[in-house]
């Protein structure tokens, strides 16, 4: 097989896929709206989605489960062999069964479905035929018509999965918006990881201040505020007037674009550029974020404007601080 020939396939599979999912959102109906509010009930009232398959969908039935429980959804992953060994205890009344079969023949999920009824649940069937047996012994079924396979012998899982996992984000994130999930619930959920800290953690407890911020008036020197940044081992140093107030940003780079563009000038006038004010090279009413900002917002604001450093004001626009994108990977947020 030629490279040309391996990049050709690839996009085959990628088209399949993509197609795949275009089909199975545009067969989105009142199913899905029906699970969701069945979903609802059973988690107002203290229960959890139980989440099964079989085979690779016992692996997408993780990931669904995963995803509902981080997003406010509470869910359990259900083997279904495990479930008619002892398993089935983990279940009660008040708790919905979602099932993945995409052939809807599944003979295992088709055992545990009595059981389940005996238990009480209400069951969510998810497969990719209407007419299967699994539809047809579901209280609500959501149809993946997601048409064939990427797999040229029609067998393994591969569009199938694709567009069950799809289905299983839509549900997650429609709940997340019906139960009103925010980021500070997320936060609750991931405590640990970069996550849980880009959640946690807000400006305050980032920002360079005190000794570490070059705060400098805009009639500072060049000379001055490079020293001050020395000073202070930042890469950049604010200005403010004398109530604090933010006027301007002067970076290390602002310094080298000034010196490259006088690159074979005569001494005088470096030394003309170095006793000069630094507000006349500053970046005037540059960017900033409040105090209240969590990590994870400034995270958003450094890869959208493509900036090093970010001046932290307090609700009266007075300066408090500095982020510095180098600071992230230390606090383990980036």
């Known amino acids: 097989m030629t490279p040309e020939r391996m990049l050709e396939r690839a996009r085959e599979v990628f088209d399949i896929e993509l197609e795949g999912l275009r089909r199975t959102r545009d067969a989105l109906g009142e199913s899905f709206t029906k699970a969701v509010e069945l979903m609802l009930a059973c988690i107002r009232s203290e229960g959890i989605i139980v989440v099964t398959g079989v085979g690779k969908n016992l692996a997408v039935a993780e990931k669904m489960s995963a995803i509902f429980a981080s997003t406010g959804t509470r869910s359990i992953v259900l083997n279904p062999v495990q479930a008619m060994h002892g398993d089935l205890g983990m279940v009660a009344p008040r708790d919905v069964l979602v ?3 995409f052939s809807g023949e599944s003979e295992e999920i088709l055992r545990l479905i009595p059981a389940i009824r005996r238990h009480g649940l209400k069951v969510i069937g998810i497969t990719g035929r209407a007419d299967s047996s699994l539809a047809e012994s579901s209280d609500i079924h959501i149809e993946i018509p997601c048409g064939k396979e990427a797999c040229p012998f029609g067998m393994a899982p591969t569009n199938s999965t694709t567009a069950t996992m ?44 005190g000794e570490r911020l070059a705060k400098i008036p805009p009639t500072t020197t060049v000379m001055e505020a490079l020293l001050a940044m020395t000073a202070a081992k930042a890469g950049s140093a604010v200005v403010a007037d004398p109530q604090d107030r933010l006027l301007g940003i002067f970076t290390d780079g602002d310094f080298r674009r000034m010196m490259a563009a006088r690159a074979g000038a005569a ?19 540059p960017l900033f974020v409040r105090d209240t900002v969590f990590a994870a917002e400034m995270l958003k604001v450094f890869e959208k404007r493509r900036i090093d450093d970010l001046p932290v004001c307090d609700a009266q626009g007075r300066v408090v601080g500095l982020v510095d994108i180098n600071d992230l990977p230390k606090m383990k947020v980036l």
């Open 267 to 285: 001494p005088h006038l470096h030394d003309e550029l170095l006793a000069s004010p630094v507000s006349e090279h500053m970046t005037k009413s």
């Open 166 to 209: 799809a289905m299983g984000d839509a549900l997650a994130m429609v709940m997340l918006d019906a139960l009103r999930f925010d980021v500070s619930s997320y936060a609750m959920n991931h405590p640990a990881g970069a996550i849980g800290r880009a959640l946690v953690l807000k400006a305050t407890d980032i920002m360079r201040s």
């Open 99 to 101: 099932a993945l079969s």
